[in-house]
Every structure is written in C-alpha cells, then in structure tokens.
C-alpha cells in the first residue's frame, strides 16, 4: 500500500474561508502530469470518505460499486479519514493520492478527483 500526502496552497489560503463551498480544481495526479481527471466530485462532510472513493471510482469506471474490490485492500479507511478529517488535515488542507482499481485517486481537501490510464 502506498500513498502520497502533500498540502496544497488554495484560494483558501488567501480568502480566509470565504469560498469554502466551490468546487475548487482537483490537484494533478501526479508532478507533470497534464491528464485530466474521468471524474470529480464533492466531499460531504456527512459521508464517509472511504463511501466517497468507491462510489467516485464506480461513477468514473461506469461499474456498480459492489462490483469493485474492496477499498481495504488498497488503504486502510480509518486511517485515510483520519488524516484527512484529523487536526492536521483540516488545519494543512492535505491531499492524498493513492492507486485503487487501475485508477489513481486524488482526494484534495473537498475534492475526489479519479484518474484512469
């Protein structure tokens, strides 16, 4: 299992929280990539975030999301949600990539960004 965190600088760093409800750009999916993501998508404080990935990759792979493989094999859930929603998360505005079902996942701070090759 691997996974990249890093902090993004957004709008948010410069309006003082003002825009918090856009949709801001997903991060690119990797350092001089210019591929566009299949599919973006919001994060909702109320879902999990591990829901938000399988149901994003279904959506962007046209497949049901029963029919993937178990998000567990790739990354262990908990800790993704707590990083993300943790102290540090919140306060850095951290984006993590990692592989899942062929695709590479962007999750930004309010953002789900999928990738296919």
């Given at each position: 299992?691997?996974?990249?965190?890093?902090?993004?600088?957004?709008?948010?760093?410069?309006?003082?929280?003002?825009?918090?409800?856009?949709?801001?750009?997903?991060?690119?999916?990797?350092?001089?990539?210019?591929?566009?993501?299949?599919?973006?998508?919001?994060?909702?404080?109320?879902?999990?975030?591990?829901?938000?990935?399988?149901?994003?990759?279904?959506?962007?792979?046209?497949?049901?999301?029963?029919?993937?493989?178990?998000?567990?094999?790739?990354?262990?859930?908990?800790?993704l949600?707590?990083?993300?929603?943790?102290p540090?998360?919140?306060?850095?505005?951290?984006?993590?990539?990692?592989?899942?079902?062929?695709?590479?996942?962007?999750?930004?701070?309010?953002?789900?960004?999928?990738?296919t090759?």
């Amino acid at each position: 299992m691997s996974f990249t965190a890093h902090r993004e600088m957004t709008s948010h760093d410069h309006d003082h929280g003002q825009n918090r409800d856009r949709l801001d750009p997903p991060p690119l999916a990797h350092e001089g990539s210019t591929d566009e993501p299949v599919h973006v998508s919001r994060l909702d404080e109320d879902e999990p975030i591990a829901m938000a990935v399988v149901h994003a990759v279904a959506t962007a792979l046209r497949r049901q999301p029963l029919d993937l493989e178990p998000l567990s094999a790739q990354i262990d859930p908990e800790a993704l949600e707590n990083l993300l929603n943790g102290p540090i998360g919140r306060r850095d505005e951290l984006s993590v990539s990692f592989r899942f079902e062929d695709c590479t996942i962007v999750l930004g701070p309010r953002t789900i960004a999928v990738y296919t090759e």
